[in-house]
């Protein structure tokens, strides 16, 4: 059972949840494809760290062989090549790995290398298992690394996996939910969090990923996100309230569940309500 949890922009909980309910469940997988600045090993502290680096192919130039026409330059849209003073240039760090220029090289003069743009971590903490994918800076795109996370876990029906995603809704964003059950989509309650809650909502309802919200920083007064919620008929999957001790625990990479039963009731809960959402899921839509 693959759950992603997704928000409209960083620092609105996507990890809070992600780590709190892969402690809370029995035995469970946490895989963080935010892959730009990932943060879930730190609550988490896995050890017995395994390392893989990922690499991508790029361009690699044969001068000797390049007649000047072009057309490599003329297929990439991301201005990754240049032609200058007789001699043809890759630009390495914005090249998107697609192979495109070596295909449409009539000269044969584009060949290609493999370049190492990050790393997989895999390491367990008792009983999660933790995946984390980390981009090297400057790089492109996270998408290998976040392809090779997602293969790395073969997802067991009665294990559970939390798929920490990018903040967002970007390309990197897509690939971590294209195979999710379940989307657990997190919000804050202010006007700019409606807007970031909009927009992984136009996002699952286009993947066709079925969904739920949990709002975060919940205060007494009036919730722009809960009514937006109300309004669009979404499913409030659970509350999580603007609490000091959750927001200290939180700053110190503690995970709230081991630390007060008050919110191991509330994760938990939040599992629960969860589960049984992605097995309602399964029986009407097998």
């Known amino acids: ?30 895989i963080d494809c935010d892959v730009e600045e990932p943060n879930g090993h730190l609550f988490l502290k896995p050890e017995g760290v395994q390392e893989e680096e990922i690499f991508v192919k790029i361009p690699k130039v044969n001068n000797e062989l390049c007649n000047g026409c072009r057309k490599c330059l003329d ?19 914005v090249c998107h790995s697609c192979g495109g220029c070596s295909l449409v ?9 493999e370049k190492v743009i990050g790393k997989v971590q895999k390491g367990t903490a ?12 400057g790089e492109a795109t ?4 976040i392809k090779k996370l997602l293969a790395a876990n073969n997802p067991q029906v009665d294990r559970l996996t939390l798929i920490d995603c990018p903040p967002g809704s970007a390309c990197i964003v897509m690939e971590s939910i294209k195979d999710a059950d379940y989307c657990i989509l997190v919000a804050e309650p202010t006007l700019f969090g409606v807007h970031n809650l909009d927009m992984v909502y136009e996002l699952v309802k286009l993947f ?9 920083k919940c205060l007494e007064k009036e919730n722009p996100a809960e009514k937006f919620c ?16 959750l927001g200290t625990l939180n700053s110190n990479a503690e995970i709230a569940v081991n630390k007060n ?20 899921e399964t029986i009407t839509n097998p």
């Open 105 to 113: 090289c009539p000269e044969k003069a584009l060949t290609e290398k």
């Open 126 to 137: 008792d009983h999660v298992t933790i995946y984390t994918g980390i981009l090297n800076t």
């Open 75 to 93: 297929f990439c849209k991301f201005n990754a090549l240049a032609y200058i003073k007789n001699k043809l240039i890759v630009f390495d760090d």
């Open 1 to 30: 059972m693959r759950i992603a949890v997704l928000s409209g922009k960083g620092g609105t909980g996507k990890t809070l949840v992600s780590v709190n309910l892969a402690v809370a469940a029995k035995t469970s997988t946490y």
């Open 261 to 280: 039963e008050k919110y191991r009731e509330l994760f938990s809960s939040l599992l629960d309500m969860v589960t049984k959402e992605v097995q309602h």
């Open 142 to 145: 996270g998408i290998p690394i």
């Open 208 to 216: 066709n990923r079925p969904f739920g919200v949990v709002l975060n």
């Open 230 to 245: 109300l309004e669009k008929n979404i499913k409030i999957l659970g509350r999580i309230p603007f609490d000091n001790e």
